[in-house]
């Protein structure tokens, strides 16, 4: 079944890992940008019902609930198997949580990054360890229990005693869902071009080297799967039945329809990108103007293969995929970076920390 994104690029501050078009912007430019929203969704022909909704950024959780809940009615299929909504704690409250329900949210992504004082300091972020708490209690008290909790393995600062901190907290509020993503320097982040050019800023010379970076996220995988939260995709934990239906989408090449500023649409052998920018979306729907950017052919045989593999349980393949894709098998196989389990190739665990190697090297046959 298919999915919906919604793209809200707006934040009250930005954090400095951040690589995202989103950030601090005008308010007249975020009511422009509701206008443009609602219109764009309330023209789309909806050729089938969607299942699951998700609310990423930015920050929708800063958005007006009104304004939510008038975007959420021009979408079918209520009640939807997963609506999701990405927030930052210190966002939430009663309130908010009551509007959201009314509107169909039931899953909720906090944005943790960290629960130690000092990344959280260096990262931009303003919450604490006893927010996140005190949140996820209300958000439990209000009927939202499903929730993923965001982790970022190789923050500025961060050590194996301070990812144990995190950890501890992670058992002790006990979410069915968390996602460890490992920080990459990425010149458009503000931390990630402070670290290109050799500053200090942001706690650049105090991010963790690329090795100890892996063993953090391998730390974090061992820890979370003796809580019962397994890994079934490369940076997703979940409790048995409570994987991301939506951002399974994604890897299993299912359509969904994406609104907004740098939103994605796949419908099955198209894929179409809107503009990136708040202001280049909101110019758009100003002059009347489609938003759309480009739109190309999928390419699915290599796309099944390299999004089918962040799936820990691998991808069948089909004998004329294994004779195509011979000479790179063969190769990772000896590395060790690909495992076959009869017709099944995934990828192993030293593979998942290479898997961005793996995966270009299909993508250029």
């Not at 919906?4 to 989103?22: D, E, G, I, M």
């Not at 391998?218 to 994987?243: C, D, Q």
């Not at 060790?336 to 990828?347: F, K, S, Y």
Request: proline share 5%; glycine share 8%; hydrophobic share 40%.
């Amino acid at each position: 079944m298919a999915g919906v994104y919604l793209s809200y690029p707006f934040c009250r501050q930005k954090c400095t890992f951040c690589n995202f078009a989103s950030g601090v912007m005008p308010a007249s430019l975020e009511d422009g940008y509701h206008r443009a929203l609602f219109e764009e969704v309330s023209r789309f022909g909806w050729p089938w019902i969607p299942e699951t909704v998700y609310w990423g950024g930015g920050t929708p959780g800063n958005l007006d609930p009104e304004v939510l809940t008038s975007v959420m009615r021009l979408i079918p299929g209520k009640p939807w198997v997963e609506a999701t909504i990405e927030v930052a704690p210190g966002g939430v409250a009663r309130e908010k949580l009551r509007a959201w329900r009314a509107a169909g949210i039931n899953r909720i992504s906090f944005g943790v990054q960290s629960f130690a004082a000092r990344e959280l300091r260096a990262s931009g972020r303003r919450h604490t360890a006893a927010t996140v708490a005190e949140e996820i209690a209300l958000a439990r008290e209000e009927g939202i229990a499903n929730f993923n909790i965001d982790l970022i393995a190789g923050l500025a600062f961060q050590t194996p005693r301070s990812l144990a901190e995190s950890l501890d907290w992670v058992e002790r509020l006990e979410p069915p869902h968390v996602s460890v993503y490992m920080f990459e320097i990425d010149t458009d982040s503000r931390l990630g071009n402070e670290i290109s050019s050799g500053g200090a800023r942001y706690g650049a010379n105090q991010v963790p080297p690329e090795d100890l970076t892996a063993e953090l996220y391998l730390t974090a995988v061992k820890r979370l799967e003796a809580m019962g939260i397994a890994r079934y995709e490369i940076s997703n934990f979940a409790r048995p039945g409570f994987e991301s239906r939506h951002n399974l989408k994604y890897w299993r090449l299912e359509p969904y329809a994406g609104f907004g500023s740098d939103a994605h649409s796949f419908d099955g052998s198209l894929r179409r990108r809107n503009v990136e920018t708040a202001a280049e979306y909101v110019a758009a729907w100003q002059d009347r103007a489609t938003a759309l950017l480009e739109e190309t052919p999928a390419k699915r045989d290599e796309e099944r293969l390299f999004l089918g593999l962040r799936q820990m349980a691998g991808i069948r393949l089909s004998q004329a995929e294994w004779t195509r894709w011979s000479a790179p098998l063969a190769r990772y196989f000896n590395e060790g970076l690909l495992a076959r389990d009869g017709e099944v190739l995934r990828l192993t665990d030293r593979g998942v920390l290479l898997s961005n190697e793996v995966f270009q090297e299909f993508l250029a046959e």
